[in-house]
């Protein structure tokens, strides 16, 4: 649903504009609640933290992406490109 246009929505049966922007909004939010603050650096200690850190994100994408993840294991920080 994520994925749908407004008018798409619009298009469904039961929903109309109202009920469609509301839908878009809390999909938005929801993405924006699950960004991690900049100034935040999340400390990776395992796969399961790498897998933690890029799976919502990740499950939201309509194509295949590899993501690497540098790590520097003496200042415990990270990278992505």
């Known amino acids: 649903m994520d994925k749908a246009s407004f008018l ?10 109202a009920k469609a922007a509301q839908l878009k909004a809390a999909i938005e939010l929801g993405k924006r609640l699950q960004i991690t603050e900049a100034d935040a650096k999340p400390i990776i200690r395992d796969p399961k933290d790498v897998a933690n850190l890029l799976q919502t994100e990740m499950a939201l994408l309509d194509h295949e992406q590899l993501r690497v ?13």
């Open 8 to 17: 798409e929505l619009c298009n469904e049966k039961g929903i109309g504009p």
């Open 69 to 81: 993840i540098l790590l520097n294991t003496k200042i415990m920080s990270w990278a992505s490109i």
